[in-house]
């Protein structure tokens, strides 16, 4: 069983990534899925969450409007789009698997490894 959080990287403020939660040895549609953020020195936070059948979604108001999760259950996944990004949303980004979609860390039983996320110039 595993939960893998990839597609983090180096970018200029204003670009875009699009992070991946993939799972393996499990069926991700039977979850629902929280993305979360940690920056250094900082609690984590929650950014968005999406529900087990992709109907309800959740964003902080941090990064609504630029922020898109979505998921593909025939894939297995759940994406993060991400888009005009800024300094401070640099962190240490983590997909969890939880029974509701919510933006506190208590409804999430497994974390996956987190992807580094840096936004600057």
């Known amino acids: 069983v595993q939960l893998q959080a990839s597609g983090g990287g180096l970018v200029q403020p204003g670009g875009s990534l699009r992070l991946s939660c993939a799972a393996s040895g499990f069926t991700l549609g039977y979850y629902a899925i929280g993305w979360f953020r940690q920056a250094p020195g900082k609690e984590r936070e929650g950014v968005s969450c999406i529900s087990r059948g992709g109907y309800d979604t959740n964003y902080a108001d941090s990064v609504k409007g630029r922020f898109t999760i979505s998921r593909d259950n025939a894939k297995n996944t759940v994406y993060l789009q991400m888009n005009s990004l800024k300094p401070e949303d640099t962190a240490v980004y983590y997909c969890?698997?939880?029974?509701?979609?919510?933006?506190?860390?208590?409804?999430?039983?497994?974390w996956g490894q987190g992807t580094q996320v840096t936004v600057s110039s």
């Open positions: 969890a698997l939880g029974q509701v979609c919510q933006l506190t860390t208590t409804p999430y039983n497994y």
